[in-house]
T-cell receptor, first 112, second 112 residues
Framework: SQTIHQWPATLVQPVGSPLSLECTVE??????LYWYRQAAGRGLQLLFY??????ISSEVPQNLSASRPQDRQFILSSKKLLLSDSGFYLC???????????FGSGTQLSVL | GQNIDQPTEMTATEGAIVQINCTYQ??????LFWYQQHAGEAPTFLSY????GLEEKGRFSSFLSRSKGYSYLLLKELQMKDSASYLC?????????????FGKGTTLSVSS
């Protein structure tokens, strides 16, 4: 069966510090991978998606970047965090033909 | 543009029935999803509709009318554990892969 791992679960970072969140998927090949952010009082916002290794598309201009160095690995990064980067970050995968997205357990990021 | 509307909050009592509505305006339509999200956790899949009509799954049912841009999630025999946020999401053509556009969610509080 497929599983998705995301870490860390919580993170407190000072403004201006770098960020790296990692997500890995097991039990499937060539998944579509996604990063969403959920800020307080707002819905899930799509940040990045990837349909293959090295293929990244950004949905929203922002202070973040994403990379997919391996088929089942998706990384969210920032060189300098802003206060507005605080939120609940969720990684998800979809098989491209099925209708469902499956989410990782999320990372609660607080930028202080 | 894409717009998905659902009520912010709803309250109900144990054993009751509650209906959570969702309306959407999107440039196209490839399916509507309902997810459940408990506080601090990842969303979990509840239901999927792509054709008009009612889909029933245990205590949960979901209805879709594509001509009206309308869906609802029906929860029967409410239990305390049903207290959660319920997210309506739409896949529209042109979106990346299987990426979903989410509403802001409806927070349901079930009391005894």
């Amino acid at each position: 069966s497929q599983t998705i791992h995301q870490w860390p679960a919580t993170l407190v970072q000072p403004v201006g510090s770098p960020l790296s969140l990692e997500c890995t998927v097991e039990g499937t090949s060539n998944p579509n991978l996604y990063w969403y952010r959920q800020a307080a009082g707002r819905g899930l916002q799509l940040l990045f998606y990837s349909v293959g290794i090295g293929q990244i598309s950004s949905e929203v201009p922002q202070n973040l970047s994403a990379s997919r160095p391996q088929d089942r690995q998706f990384i969210l990064s920032s060189k300098k965090l802003l206060l507005s980067d605080s939120g609940f970050y969720l990684c998800a995968w979809g098989d491209g033909t099925n209708e469902k997205l499956f989410f990782g357990s999320g990372t609660q990021l607080s930028v202080l | 543009g894409q717009n998905i509307d659902q009520p912010t909050e709803m309250t109900a009592t144990e054993g009751a029935i509650v209906q959570i509505n969702c309306t959407y305006q999107t440039s196209g339509f490839n399916g509507l999803f309902w997810y459940q999200q408990h506080a601090g956790e990842a969303p979990t899949f509840l239901s999927y509709n792509v054709l008009d009509g009612l889909e029933e799954k245990g205590r949960f049912s979901s209805f879709l009318s594509r001509s009206k841009g309308y869906s609802y999630l029906l929860l029967k025999e409410l239990q305390m554990k049903d207290s959660a946020s319920y997210l309506c999401a739409v896949r529209a053509p042109g979106q990346a892969g299987t990426a979903l556009i989410f509403g802001k969610g409806t927070t349901l509080s079930v009391s005894s």
